[in-house]
């Protein structure tokens, strides 16, 4: 085993050999030929039904004979699967387990942001409360009285809905990475290799401006093994291999291939990784290895050698960045730098055993912040359980129970066979041997029609005729033996369901003594058992979920903006400030999806209830539809909010409404008294028009009420004010018909 070069050195001392003898030191620590992998080979096949018969030989061939006759027995071994339901199960409930997570941002100025959201709120707070004491007062504002809550409710409210706008961009790019990246789909392929193989591996990487993604399959990674490390991402060192056609090798490195390395990899006779094990399909052939070649991709950390650069503004005012060791300092312009060591990802390709490309740091630094030496590797994953062990997943523990299973039903196959219920034993002779009847004939009757002839005429050993008292019957039947041959199978499968945690309640196999508080105590219980195997995947998620927003702020560091498809199908929008975003230092947090997936199922079933009360149809569906319990409780407080603002709009409404109808019954009263006082007024005018026009037809020039003004001149005045009475009239009606057209409008709005 080689040893690892330097990694302390400066950047112009990393030469090209430097990084080949770095990487083959790290594969030749890698472990793809071992038992390890071999095994994990197994799990798979395990869980596809895949028989390995050199684990049975002493079963079917227990004396080692190597005659053909002799070698097996009247059974065939058949693979019973009592593994692939367990692990389907499992799966099945990780994809029904609500997807939940929420971004914040660690950055050292949010609390300084937040206390200047708080000022600012609690000083619209103060002048509105200004305003409300000076319209009590009777003073002419000009602005509105507003309802105020109290000031520490106000204070409590704001830290409690404060929302940096930083963390908002960082859960609006998480929500954009888990639909372009198919996340969830992803994920469950992670989660099946967890189950099957007790490991997982995931690569983050640039690619085209944006993330990519992909699930790596455990039999092609290896790396770093230390008792310390629960994470890949912590280790010092990876080391994937891929088997890659000829083609896709030109494809991929095509701008750093030389002709000769190309004219090689194209001439079997040249290459130098044949006859490489497949992953799924066992070693290939020399056929199949003249397509293709092995690709080795280590990563590592070494060190890199960084500055903290001091210098002062155009202000005055002192400032600090970090510069790389090939920065020259200017000392006019007052300028010092301090020097100091991080850790540094580095990466390359080996193809075909010796050919080298791309051996340069990682595009993707994942450094923290607060602390530049703290780096991550691209790959990721974690292992199932090896505390203070060799390590192993839910198929490893099953796979004696298979193979013990698969024995029982190959012993349950020969006795089966060997079950002749009662036969009856009798001399040869009396086989009848007139008309073609042999033995072959004889048993063939006795088993297809239940009955057989004899030969009673034919003689014994001794010359003596045959007598029907000379038979015998013999008890050949296994009943009782398959029976507990049965039991035994049944009792194999539970005890291995037990061992993970599966009881036959929680796969619905229910029956009717159980009762109802006794089944969900069992599915409880059940749920408690695997709840630690969910846990410690959800953990790894988390990291995934921080890692990719890493990627994110290189692959996006001019900004992005573009569509996606939310996780309740509604379209959205993002957009990200580049300099805001690179600068956030974001924490993703999963929350117990256990617990979550609880409240949503009792949110879910307190529906019912919700329509009998009155509530919207839209907030039904909100609730059956959603699959995130915060988003959903976010949700039903928006429709709170919007129907408490519906309610007031509506009481206000029926405030003015009731002012209006109390002031058109006031105009309506009025115009009665007004219109009776008019109506009295006409009718005397009328007395007095006629009797005005009884004098009128008698006498023309006189002055019958002694006023002074001549007859007619008084009758042409009465005139004038009866008409003036009468448009004073109309106006009047008018105006009433107005006033209650208007109320039946606001009735027809309510």
Known sequence: MSSIPKQKLPR???????????????????????????????????????????????????????????KGFPARLRNYNIIKPVVDLLLGE??????????????????????????????????????????????ETGMPTEELPELGELEQEIYSNYKDIRAIMGQESLDYLIDRLELPDQFQTAFFDWLVAGECYTYKDVCMNDCDYEIVSPLDVDYEKSPDIQFIEDGDWCVRKKIMSVNAIVDNFYDVLKPADIDRLEKPSQKKSMGFISPFSGNYSSQDAERFAEVLHVVWKS????????????????????????????????????????????????????????????????????????????????????????????????????????????????SIAKNKDKIMLMEMNTIPKRHGWDEEKFMYYADAMGFAFIDSTAEGKRGERVSFNQFQVLDMSLGQYIASQFQLLQAIKAEWEELIGISRQRKGQVQASDGIGATERAVFQSSVVTEEMFRRFDKLVEREF???????????????????????????????????????????????NSIEADKLRALKQLTLSFAQNGSSPVTIAEILEGSNFSKIKEKLAEVDAKEKELQAAQAQQQQQMAQMQQQAQLADKQADRQFTAEQNQLDRDAKMDIEEMKVASKVVDQDMNNNGINDAVDLERVRLEREKLDLKRKELNDKKEIANKQIEAQKGKK
């Not at 003898?21 to 472990?31: E, L, P, V």
């Not at 002062?312 to 301090?338: M, R």
């Open 303 to 414: 060190f890199a050698r960084v500055g903290i650069l001091t210098y002062f503004d155009e202000l005055g005012q002192e400032q600090s960045v970090v510069v790389d060791e090939t920065y020259k300092v200017n000392p006019d312009n007052n300028e010092s730098i301090e020097y100091f060591w991080v850790n540094q990802v580095w990466e390359g390709y080996r193809i075909d055993g010796d050919i080298f490309v791309n051996i340069r740091p990682h595009q993707v630094q994942r450094n923290e912040m607060s602390n530049l030496s703290i780096c991550k590797l691209p790959y990721n994953g974690r292992i199932y359980s090896n505390r203070h062990s060799d390590q192993v997943s839910v198929v490893s523990m099953g796979v004696p129970y298979q193979i013990l299973y698969n024995i029982f039903h190959y012993r349950l196959e020969l």
């Open 94 to 139: 990780k994809a029904k387990r609500p997807f939940n997570h929420q971004v914040v941002v660690r950055n050292s100025d949010m609390q300084s942001m937040q206390q200047v959201v708080v000022k600012d709120e609690l000083k619209k707070y103060l002048e509105q409360k200004f305003i409300n004491d000076l319209n009590e007062l009777g003073v």
């Open 546 to 592: 921080n890692g990719l927003l890493d990627v994110a702020k290189v692959a996006w560091k001019d900004g992005l903006k573009t569509q996606y498809i939310t996780s309740d199908f509604r379209q959205a929008v993002l957009d990200i400030d580049p300099g805001m975003f690179q600068e956030a230092e974001f924490g993703v947090f999963v929350k117990n």
């Open 12 to 70: 112009s001392r990393k030469t090209r050999e430097w990084g080949k003898n770095s990487m083959n030191a790290y594969i030749d620590r890698s472990r793809f030929s071992n038992q390890h992998k071999s095994a994990m080979h197994k799990f798979y096949d395990a869980y596809n039904g895949n028989l390995n018969e050199n684990d049975y030989n002493y079963v079917i061939n227990p004396y080692n004979s190597e005659k053909h006759k002799t």
